[in-house]
């Protein structure tokens, strides 16, 4: 990635002498962004553009450059992206849109320069896209002229489009460097990341991700940077709407939003949402040290403003913070003795009657940091542009505070009124202090960085790829197996189901529910009748041979009325079990493989979809963290006098399940429902495999 | 109202000589903001202050002025507004705080002010309050210079702290008029609701609300004002954190939430969570005519923000428009025959292809606002301060688009890049355009005139006072009614309950089922036994004689072991019912009285709060509403061969305890648990009334 980044030599291929206002000239934009190297032009006609000599093909270049940038139509860019190759240029960025964003056309376009590429071990960036931009040395492939940083920082974006480099402010708010991979034909996020991990000059990971390919290794890869530099990620086409047009904009196959939920949560990532987190989450980790702690101080001139940070502590998983006593003797004032002191800690009282609110805040400030008890200040106070309150200054206040507190706690600050803009400015230059735009954008940059210390001390180190291992095939002729067949799959992945048996005989069913014991079930298996309870296939609570006689018979004529030339494989005859319906199952996700899924069973499962994805193979641990978010938790811990249902059991089926999903891809969804959960253990009561 | 914000006169008790920085002087302040009438100032020592003659007590002021500012330390408080009183002045604003926000001894203070003012018909502002300002008049009682808006928008804030009128752009954006309530011990939500009603500077209503009073009179007031003028509040205090920081900041007792709410809803008020919200819908508000249906065009530079805007529409409740066919004539370009034309629309390429970016904005913009299916325009666009991107200017050709509109469908821009701020300034300016932060912003403020459209057309008119009727109180003893007792109440609003009898008499217990049909239910009843199933005081499914007789006696036994001295009313007997397992309450909210709640029963209940929440006395629409909208109605409508709920049957019986609910107010709480929904109706089958 070096040579994309910060390249010797460039070659340019599709720039013109149209300079100034609406050129879009990217030798032009490089040129004043910064680069001092050698840059070549290839032009068919021109012998100069802008003091360059030209080349009339890329074969005349009288050197091997570093970097070739692409940017003719889309027809020509094969012929030229094939002129490089043979030039023995090693990197290339494919400005030029119309592949894989376009038509089938377009499409097939993007995989003859992929394999052109491929072959001769050619890396390109692209096509669609801006490439890259490199505030440290001064580089930049854009046709549009982007703000140099004059003092980068150390914050790295990887994109899907251009406009977050242009967008600069409104996105991540500052940048260092850039790399924008549009479709991603070859360079992709993996090789993105694994550049970041190394780059001395990165320290914080900014994703903007459409889709995804190589989903496993992208996990892999970024697992093993997350707990050492925070990787943040606004994933788009969250809706059925943005999916679709993400579809159209990069080509990229967005699979299901939570399964990306599942996969960030795995592999330690810090997703966003919305723009305005992403500007606030940017900011945190540009100024702070990550909170080691929950518990958030705040100073505030009005008591408003406590109450809307207390709500949005609750929204973002932050908490107040302990009053520390300390504090009490150190700000009372006996000519307010009305006044309250707790967190939030309202100010205003104590600065109208003890002289300066400034001076009141530097001792609050102060105070508060030094309580054990506080990870971070929120620090919320007016600057007016009237000269009537020059005295609300707080640069020099907080930078006292922060050489006491060796700037170890944050102190995030929302700065109000008509001067607060310029304030918001010079505060942000303090070590340690960053202003936002609104409490609500401080409370959820604080909260982002006490995210990154927890991944930070997250000792167990997840897996996300595991060797192959050949072991024998699910194989069903018609792509499904259902009742026994499917039920003997789960159990040699260790998953206990009820006992049951198969036949077509009335009387080997009775013969088998005498032996195990009333009450059983009886269960059509039929291929055509997948809904079987819907279908009338099911009979439950069956209690003495006579019954169960009966109904045997009634099934195998109910079955034959309906479907007359059905496939009807026997009638199962199973122990009856009880207990909370839960269900369990797989899916294969096109961007990260086999996902399991557990959730509460039954007949409310639909409406309520209270379900918990990740992505196999789960450990122990991550399935009982499955188990114990799931909202219907605090029933299986037993309520009502009933015993707590053996939870170590339904993990250990998750896990085995997992096992399933990664053993078997020709696996394409597999349900289970119900499976029982009850005091003594689990048990699987109905399968379902669908192969493909 | 209007003497509190536009008085004739002026008398201000409390402002000292101390002038400029740091002094906080309401007069400076006042006359600086450019109040022009007179004013007097009581000062026990000087004799000039700011050239204004001053006087030694309320006594000697030579006029009755139409307001007092009054800002004494708390102790001096009482006697001044008594010298106010007495001297004939009929409005006061009390800004000193140290009253219902303190402690009790200035609560007690804070009622002995309302109450020598309530006798003479005396109206007061505050205490704990910033008082009001009035841009469009030029007068403040603010002690904080706040810079005056030019061009007064019709927009009126009413809130409970001054830092909305301080931190202007961080709230509302701009102010026309605020008033803030302050502790709000006389003058109220409902009066400054009535005075902007028919003030014809205000179409825009916004209220911060930290607590509530006469919350239905309120309601009542808001509800004839929602469908005129659009009523946006900020009510915060949302989480639990932030209501007891409520409590002690305005001293406001702040309910449930969701109860907040239900009301809302039911009165027509569009609640905004975050200062980020409300920002959008202000601006929004006071930039573009309501959107007259959901369907947003997006014209985007970029692909990637045609994305987040989808998912952004989702997210708010817009959706994207239908692309107009007479729209893809106009735009294509067969030069980029591949480019995909679609909503969102990417206009780059036809911009880079087809000449200039602007240029193609503006044909799109004017095709897609011409289409019957588009009812709103979210252009996003780039605007650079390099001069290589000088072109990039959008103010004149918005203002044609807006010409050709006539500005009936609101255009929302986000302009990005760094040269956007001043770009969105010139836009701005434009009739029926306004510029947001980000994507969100805009999709929150075009969403929120779509709701208030909805609002304007919305037939029904809703009742939130009932005369009181004259009818029986239920009484109870020990404040507690069961069983029995409680369903007879529940029979009189004619709400269906399961047929049964309670008696100590094993064989009247036998006989009774035996008439009325097997299966039934044995219930203890007992005031000891409420949560009875946990107590194992509840056995269902008896099918016979014997097995009736046998569990009386089970039930009287194991009752008298577990409580030898308790309170045995009696063992109910009642025909077993099945169906959907629902649940009714009745509570009553501190602020709004009494509410009624429907929701799922049965053992899920506490987990998933499946409930739906609405103000006593519901209409049979409302009820139906409350039905269709919980999680678990697509069940009720009929699942796997089950026959659909009756729902009218299930409205009705809501519609009845609403009207309990208002009759009774002496039940503080009424739990019906479950309710059965079945095909033919639906039967209450337990009762507690707690009384209080």
């Known amino acids: 990635m070096e040579a994309f980044l910060n390249p010797k030599s460039v070659l340019l291929v599709g720039v013109t002498r149209r300079t100034g206002v609406g050129a879009y000239n990217n030798l032009e934009v490089m040129r004043r962004y910064g680069y001092r190297g050698p840059v070549f032009v290839v032009h068919p006609s021109e012998t100069e553009i802008f003091g360059h000599p030209t080349y009339r093909s890329v074969a005349e270049v009288p050197q091997v450059p570093d970097l070739a940038v692409v940017s003719v139509g889309r027809d020509r860019v094969v012929p030229v992206v094939e002129d490089c190759v043979r030039k023995g240029i090693r990197n290339i960025v494919v400005i030029s849109q119309g592949f894989a964003d376009a038509d089938a056309e377009g499409r097939a376009l993007q995989d003859t320069l992929v394999s052109l590429c491929r072959d001769k071990g050619v890396r390109v960036l692209g096509p669609n896209t801006m490439g890259t931009l490199n505030a440290f040395d001064g580089f930049s492939t854009a046709f549009i002229d982007i703000a140099r940083d004059p003092a980068p920082p150390p914050l790295t974006l990887v994109a899907q489009s251009g406009v977050l480099q242009v967008g600069i402010e409104s996105f991540t708010g500052r940048l260092g460097k850039a790399i924008d991979i549009g479709n991603g034909c070859d360079i992709h996020f993996v090789d993105a990341l694994r550049y970041c991990a190394d780059d001395p000059k990165t320290e914080i990971i900014v994703l903007h991700m459409e889709g995804m390919r190589d989903g496993r290794t992208f996990l892999e890869v970024a697992a093993s940077i997350a707990s050492r530099k925070p990787i943040v990620v606004l994933k788009t086409g969250r809706s059925r709407a943005g999916a679709r047009a993400a579809l159209s904009h990069t080509g990229s196959m967005v699979g299901e939003d939570a399964v990306f939920d599942a996969a960030f949560q795995k592999a330690g990532l810090i997703r966003v949402r919305t723009m305005v987190e992403l500007r606030a989450v940017c900011k945190a980790f540009l100024h702070f040290r990550p909170m080691v702690g929950p518990n958030l101080a705040v100073l505030t001139a009005t008591g408003a403003c406590g109450i809307m940070t207390a709500d949005a502590c609750e929204d973002f998983g932050l908490q107040l913070a302990p009053f520390p006593e300390a504090a009490r003797s150190l700000l009372e004032n006996p000519k307010i003795a009305w006044h309250h002191l707790g967190n939030p800690v309202d100010l205003w009282p104590l600065g109208m009657v003890g002289g300066s609110f400034p001076e009141v805040l530097e001792k609050a400030a102060e105070a508060l940091l030094a309580s054990e008890d506080t990870h971070a200040v929120l620090a919320i106070f007016p600057r007016m542009a009237s000269p009537l309150h020059d005295n609300l200054r707080y640069e020099a206040l907080l930078r006292r505070v922060q050489e006491k507190n060796g700037s170890r706690k944050p102190i995030a600050c929302w700065v109000y009124g008509d001067g607060a803009r310029e304030e918001a400015e010079r505060l942000d230059r303090v070590p340690g202090v960053a202003c936002f735009a609104g409490i609500d954008e401080a409370v959820m940059g604080l909260a982002a960085t006490y995210r990154f210390h927890r991944l930070r001390q997250r000792a167990v180190s997840k897996t ?54 009333f009450p059983v079930v009886l269960k059509v298996v039929s291929p055509q009748w997948v809904h079987k309870s819907d279908a009338g296939g099911v009979v439950t609570g069956l209690d003495d041979p006579d019954v169960v006689r009966g109904a045997f018979n009634d099934l195998m004529q109910r079955f034959r009325a309906a479907c007359p030339d059905g496939e009807l494989t026997g009638i199962q005859v199973q122990k009856q079990m009880s207990g909370w319906e839960m269900l369990f199952g797989i899916k294969r996700d096109p961007q990260f493989g086999p996902v399991v899924v557990v959730g509460m069973g039954g007949i409310y499962a639909e409406v309520f979809q209270d379900v918990r994805r990740a992505l196999a193979p789960v450990s122990f641990e991550e399935a009982m963290d499955m188990i114990t978010s799931l909202r219907l938790y605090p029933l299986l811990r037993g309520v009502r006098g009933q015993p707590p249902a053996h939870l170590e059991s339904l993990a250990a089926a998750l896990v085995g399940l997992s096992k399933l999903a990664w053993d078997h891809p020709e696996v394409a969804e597999l349900d289970i429902n119900p499976v029982f959960a009850f005091a003594e253990g689990c048990c699987a009561v109905d399968c379902r495999i669908i192969l493909g």
């Not at 996300?464 to 159990?491: H, S, T």
């Not at 998953?495 to 005989?505: F, G, L, N, Q, R």
């Open 464 to 517: 996300f790829v595991v060797p192959a291992q050949v072991r024998e095939k699910i194989q069903a002729p018609k792509g499904m197996l259902l009742g026994e067949a499917a039920m003997e799959w789960l159990r040699r992945y260790g998953i206990p189901t009820a006992p049951s048996m198969v036949t077509d005989e009335p009387e080997a069913a009775v013969g088998w529910a005498h032996q195990t014991g």
